[in-house]
Each structure stands twice: as structure tokens, then as C-alpha cells.
């Protein structure tokens, strides 16, 4: 299989339209590489058809992106969309709000969600709804625990991740809003797993990262009061839901001692310092063997 990450970025991108963070500045300048929002595409090699994970903001720059770089080999002409399905792994607005951008395909969407998702998509922040008047939808329920053919050589499995709702929700029930997905080559065996928002890493999770060839991790934040320590945000990144890169409990230090050959954080948020090229966070990061998520960085598995 061929994995493509889109945008490496987290909702906002990099730079993000209001932000003059360091970062984001940085980038002005030209001593960074712009990044688009969080999203990624999978290649079924043996028929050839990709599967988009996440609908972001930017997902009309990703596919030119992917055109332009020869990713589809053939069109058929006429207005339909090049994926064969979209998979969303939770409800938030910058995993989903490029589903309205692809209203003008001939086909409907193939759309994989849980069943919360889509109740959030159709009557909280309603796209799905709206998408019906336009190309419509083809949903299809993902729920974790149980395992999806997506092609004759690609399955998915789903796993709870994230009991953090989208602000737009007022709901106080405890429920699953993200998930991951452990996506499988069955011609090769070859396991990605894709985990963008992840509040914590448990014993399952662990073994899940161990069991797979490449994982696409939660990168969001450097420190859980990155947001409140720059006066541009009240709420910790552990409070939204993304478990924070540095400290004892952090991620780099919980993912030392997984194996997996590839470990590359994505959905990175523009305050982030692993994004400053020679900053000494990021160089910290490739020291400790995990790769840092860029748009267009491609995998085969
Ligand atoms: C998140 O990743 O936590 C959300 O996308 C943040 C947001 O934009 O609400
Ligand atoms: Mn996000
Ligand atoms: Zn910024």
C-alpha cells in the first residue's frame, strides 16, 4: 500500500490566516515550509484507488497536489472524485469541512464514519445534510472493533481514541468521538496505523503502535500549556483532547520504546517547535527516531 500525507499540519495550517506566532512567522518569512491541514490518502496498489482520510479545508490544493505529482494514473473524463472512499475519524471541523469542496463530484461521496460522527455531520455542524442537495452521500458506519474491506487487498479496523467532543457539540455524555484506524495490506501484511488525535497511550494502544509497520501520530503540541503560555488560547492541549510531545508522561517519551520502523508525528498545530527548522526541540525529536510529518511525504508499505 502507498500512504500519502496530504497535510501535516493541525486545523489552521501553517501559517494559520490570524496567528503571529513564531512559527507561523517564520514561515512568512521563508525560513519554513508551509503546511496544509491535516489529512491523509491510502493507495490500494492492486486496483489502484485511493482512499482519503480526513477532509480538510485545504483538500482542493492536496489533490492538485496529487495530480500535478502523477499520483492518478487515468481519468475517466467526466466529474467524479478520485478517491474511492472517505474515511473520517472524528467530527472535528478541519477533518471534515472539505467534504463541502467536493460537492461538485458527479458521484456521492462514499463517506466511513461511526454513527456519532454522522449525527454530529448531519444535525450539529451539518454537512452531510447539506451534501445531499449537492452530489450526496453514501455513508457506511466504521465502529470500532471490527474490521472493514475496503478492497480486495485493503482492510480497516477502527479503535476507540478520543472521548473529546467537537466544540460545537454541547453534549455532556461521555461517548467516542475519535478514533484510529489500523489500515492492513492483506497481499503483504504491511500495517499502518493513523492515530491524529490521541489523548493517551494505554497497554492496547501500545502494542497496536508495536504491531504495525508505520504509525502517523498525534503531534499537535510541544507542552500540555502551549496555548495559555502564549496568551493565544485557554484550554491545555490534555484538555483538547492531544497528549502533549515533551515531559515525563509526554509522547516522545512513551513512544521511545516501540519499535515501530516508522514513528512520524502529523497534525501538527502551527505553535508547535518541532516545525522551526534547526530548532532544538525538532532536532530533538529526529534524535529520538521519529520523523516529522511533511505535505506530499510519501510511504510505501
Ligand atoms: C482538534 O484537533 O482538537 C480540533 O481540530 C481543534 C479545533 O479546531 O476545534
Ligand atoms: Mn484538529
Ligand atoms: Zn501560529
Known amino acids: 500500500m502507498l500512504i500519502r500525507i496530504l497535510g501535516a499540519a493541525a486545523g489552521g495550517g501553517y501559517p494559520q490566516w490570524n496567528c503571529h506566532c513564531n512559527g507561523c512567522e517564520t514561515v512568512r518569512s521563508g525560513a519554513a515550509t508551509p503546511l496544509t491541514q ?6 490500494s496498489e492492486e486496483d489502484g484507488s485511493w482512499f482519503l482520510i480526513n477532509a480538510s479545508p485545504d483538500v482542493r490544493q492536496q489533490i492538485e497536489a496529487m495530480r ?22 472524528d467530527a472535528e471541523i478541519d477533518h471534515t469541512t472539505g467534504l463541502i469542496l467536493l460537492r461538485e463530484s458527479t458521484a456521492p ?24 442537495n449537492y452530489c450526496g452521500v453514501k455513508w457506511a458506519p ?53 492515530a491524529p488525535g490521541m489523548g ?25 500549556d502551549e496555548l495559555p503560555s502564549l ?12 497528549l502533549p510531545l515533551s515531559g515525563d508522561d509526554g509522547s516522545l517519551a512513551q513512544l521511545a520504546n516501540i519499535t515501530t520502523p516508522r514513528k512520524i508525528f502529523v497534525h501538527i498545530n502551527n505553535t508547535n517547535p518541532i516545525l522551526i527548522p534547526n530548532s532544538p526541540e525538532r532536532q530533538y525529536v529526529k ?8 505535505d506530499g511525504l510519501t510511504i510505501k508499505l
Not at 466511513?112 to 450539529?124: D, E, N, P, W
Not at 472493533?145 to 467537537?166: M, N, Y
Not at 534524535?287 to 511533511?294: L, P, Q, S
Open 200 to 224: 493517551s497511550i494505554n497497554t492496547d494502544l501500545r502494542q497496536r503502535f508495536q504491531n504495525s509497520d508505520c504509525i502517523l501520530v498525534d503531534g499537535t503540541f510541544w507542552t500540555n
Open 142 to 194: 466504521i465502529t470500532p472493533g471490527e474490521i472493514i474491506q475496503l478492497t480486495d487487498e485493503l482492510q480497516v479496523e477502527a479503535f476507540a481514541l478520543s472521548t473529546k467532543a467537537p466544540k460545537y457539540i454541547q453534549s455532556t455524555e461521555v461517548e467516542v468521538w475519535g478514533i484510529g484506524l489500523t489500515i492492513r495490506d492483506t497481499t503483504t501484511n504491511a500495517t499502518l496505523t493513523y
Open 287 to 294: 534524535n529520538n527516531g521519529i520523523e516529522i510529518g511533511y
Open 38 to 43: 491535516s489529512s491523509i490518502a491510502v493507495q
Open 68 to 89: 500535478a505529482e502523477g499520483c492518478f494514473n487515468s481519468h475517466s473524463g467526466n466529474r467524479s472524485l478520485p478517491f474511492a472512499g472517505i474515511l473520517l475519524t
Open 109 to 132: 461521496l462514499n463517506i466511513y464514519s461511526t454513527t456519532t460522527v454522522k449525527q454530529a455531520l448531519t444535525s450539529g455542524y451539518g454537512i452531510l445534510s447539506t451534501l445531499q
Open 231 to 242: 496568551g493565544i488560547g485557554a484550554r491545555t492541549a490534555k484538555a483538547m483532547g492531544h
